[in-house]
């Protein structure tokens, strides 16, 4: 998404995306899990929707609380069915509550969702859309790639010019330990 680097500094919802988030590294499994229900939420939308309905789904998601999302309900479901603050899309809300109980599921195992993401690395995007494929629901290779390269994990996410990408190179990502 190099052209990001063109149109999303100064921008209100893209800009502090952009300079302050999209490619750095990221561990804490909230921010994963958000990251990810983000990138599933924008499937088929503008990612400046998604940025102005951030807040609204966190609310709505508990700050993306692995354990609250993974314990909603029938109860909880149709709340979010009736949140004008989020993205109603009920395939998108069910996949988002269900990835949070495999991410539980990870933990149980003693993995947690960085260190499941980690013990996969490196990898293609073809071998990293077959390995979230088969843990998670709701995965495209434009959810997975999107979400890998948020987090530092495949390249692209800023041109090499750009003022971030020389940022997130001091801290090391994943993908230029490759």
Known sequence: MSWYCDVAPGHPFHGPYHDEEYGFPLTAESGLFERLSLE????GLSWEIVLKKRDGLRRAFADFDVDR????????????MADP?????RRKIEATIENARRIAGLRRTGEGFAAWIEAGHPMSKE??????????????GEVVGEFLMSIGYLPGAHRDDCPVARRIAACAPAWLRS
Do not use: K, Y
């Open 85 to 89: 603050a989020i993205i109603r899309n």
């Open 69 to 80: 999302v993974a314990s909603f309900d029938e109860g909880d479901l149709a709340r979010l």
């Open 40 to 43: 599933v939420f924008q499937a």
């Open 127 to 140: 071998e990293w859309v077959r390995r979230f494929r088969a843990t998670f629901v709701f995965m495209g």
